[in-house]
C-alpha cells in the first residue's frame, strides 16, 4: 500500500507529536509512524518539569485545558547541602519566569486526545520500519503493518525514534559525529502516593549522595538518591529507601517526608549524549534521537520541544515562502541551544553528585561551589535561568 504526504515522522514521543500538532495548525500534512501502541507511549513514566517554553506552546497549540487546573507551578526551586536547605527565587531572578509539574504521561495524554480531535494520522504498531532517498529529493518510509507492507512518500523525514531508534543511524557514519559522557553512578527512583516533602524540588548534596525530592501532584511523590549503576534493586525495600533518603535530604526535610509503599521503582542511568549533525539531506533528528541530558537539569522533554518548535518553523518557512533559510540552519540552531543545555546539565549534575574519584580536594570545592550559589544572586540568576528555560533566542 502506497501512501504520500508532506513530513513523515518517525515516533510518537515528545518529539514527533509536538512536531505532529505544530505542522497540523499550519495546514502542512504529516504521518507520525510508531512501532509501538498508544498505551506503551503514553505510559512511560518520565520527567515532569516543564519549562515556560514548553508551557506556552501548549497554550499557543491549544493543549493547555488540563495543564492548567493540575500543573503545579513553581516559581523557585531549594538544594540542600549536608541537610542545611537553601532556595533559589526563579521568578524574582528571571523577571517572573516559572516552571510547571505536569507529568510526560499527561502531556503525551493532551498530544494523543487531541491528535484523534484534529485528526493527525498516527500509523501504529509499525513493523520493519525503514528509511530511504534520504539524500536525494524523494524519500521515502517502508514499514509493515498488521500484515501488510505500505510505503510512504515524502519530502521529509523527521527522525523523533529516541536514542535506541532507526533514524540516527541512517546518518552515514563519515558525516555522523557522537559526543558522549557515561556518568559512574545512576538514580533509584520511586513514585509513591503520599504528599510530597515541599511544595518545589529538593535537590540534596550530601555525603553519602545526591537526592532529589519532587512530585507529580499534591498527592503523589517521587523521590530519587544516587546509586552504582550495578545497584541490585531487590535489595532495596522500601523502608531501606525511605531511610536512606531521609539521611540523605536532612533532618529538616526528612521530618516532612511522608512514607508509604511505592507503586514503581527502578535504577536509571545517566548520560550525556549529543549527535551532529542533526540534519542530513531530507532527514532532521529531534529530541533523543539526537541527544541525551541527565535529567538533574530537567531538560529532556523540553529540549525536545525547542527542536521541534525550531524545526517546526522552518519548515513552514519552506512550504509558506519556499525560502530553505531556516531547515538550512536548522542543526545549527538547535545545537546551540543544546550544547547549552548539555553544559548547564553536566554542571548541575557535577555540583549535586559524590563520584566515586572524588578525594578531599574535590569535596571542597563542590561545597564551596554550592556555599557561593547560595551567597551570590549573580550565580542564583545563572541557575535560574538556565533552570526555566533559555528563550529560542539565544540559539
Not at 535530604?249 to 535504577?267: D, H, M, N, Y
Not at 513552514?316 to 545545537?335: N, P, V
Request: hydrophobic share 45%; aromatic share 8%; net charge negative.
Amino acid at each position: 500500500m502506497r501512501h504520500r504526504t508532506q513530513v513523515a515522522i518517525i515516533g510518537a514521543g515528545p518529539a514527533g507529536m509536538f512536531l505532529a500538532h505544530l505542522l497540523d495548525a499550519e495546514g502542512i500534512d504529516a504521518v507520525v509512524i510508531e512501532r509501538r501502541d498508544r498505551d506503551y507511549v503514553e505510559g512511560r513514566v518520565r520527567a515532569g518539569v516543564l519549562e515556560q517554553g514548553t508551557v506556552a506552546l501548549m497554550r499557543r497549540l491549544g493543549l493547555s485545558a488540563r495543564l492548567e487546573r493540575e500543573g503545579l507551578v513553581h516559581g523557585g526551586t531549594n538544594i540542600a547541602l549536608d541537610g542545611e536547605v537553601f532556595r533559589i527565587d526563579m521568578a524574582a531572578l528571571t523577571g517572573g519566569a516559572t516552571v510547571t509539574v505536569y507529568g510526560q504521561q499527561e502531556v503525551m495524554r493532551d498530544l494523543f486526545d487531541a491528535a484523534e480531535d484534529c485528526g493527525v494520522t498516527i500509523m501504529w504498531n509499525a513493523e520493519h520500519v525503514a528509511l530511504s532517498g534520504l539524500d536525494g529529493d524523494r524519500p521515502s518510509v517502508t514499514w509493515r503493518q498488521d500484515g501488510a507492507d505500505h510505503q510512504l512518500d515524502c519530502d521529509f523525514v523527521v527522525g523523533c525514534d529516541g536514542y535506541h531508534g532507526i533514524s540516527r543511524a541512517a546518518i552515514p557514519a563519515k558525516v555522523l559525529r557522537v559526543f558522549e559522557r557515561v556518568y559512574p553512578f545512576g538514580w533509584l527512583g520511586v513514585l509513591a502516593d503520599v504528599p510530597p516533602a515541599d511544595h518545589e524540588l529538593i535537590y540534596a548534596n550530601h555525603e553519602r549522595g545526591f537526592a532529589l525530592a519532587s512530585m507529580r501532584s499534591p498527592t503523589r511523590s517521587r523521590y530519587y538518591i544516587q546509586c552504582a549503576l550495578d545497584e541490585d534493586l531487590s535489595a532495596w525495600s522500601d523502608d531501606r529507601f525511605w531511610d536512606e533518603l531521609c539521611v540523605r535530604l536532612g533532618a529538616e526535610t526528612a521530618a516532612k517526608v511522608t512514607r508509604g509503599p511505592s507503586f514503581e521503582k527502578a535504577i536509571a542511568p545517566l548520560r550525556s549524549f549529543v549527535a551532529e549533525p542533526m540534519r542530513w539531506g531530507r532527514l532532521f533528528l529531534a529530541g533523543d534521537a539526537a541527544h541525551i541530558v541527565p535529567p538533574t537539569g530537567a531538560k529532556g522533554m523540553n529540549l525536545a520541544v525547542s527542536d521541534v518548535t525550531m524545526l517546526g518553523a522552518a519548515l513552514t518557512e519552506h512550504y509558506r515562502e519556499r525560502s530553505d533559510a531556516g531547515i538550512d540552519h536548522y542543526s545549527a540552531r538547535a545545537l546551540s541551544r543544546v550544547w547549552k543545555a548539555e553544559r548547564f546539565s553536566w554542571w548541575f549534575t557535577s555540583v549535586t553528585h559524590r563520584f566515586p574519584t572524588m578525594d578531599g580536594f574535590d569535596r571542597r570545592i563542590q561545597m564551596a561551589e554550592l556555599d557561593y550559589l547560595r551567597g551570590s544572586p549573580a550565580a542564583q540568576r545563572t541557575l535560574a535561568e538556565n533552570y526555566v528555560g533559555l528563550p529560542l533566542e539565544m540559539a
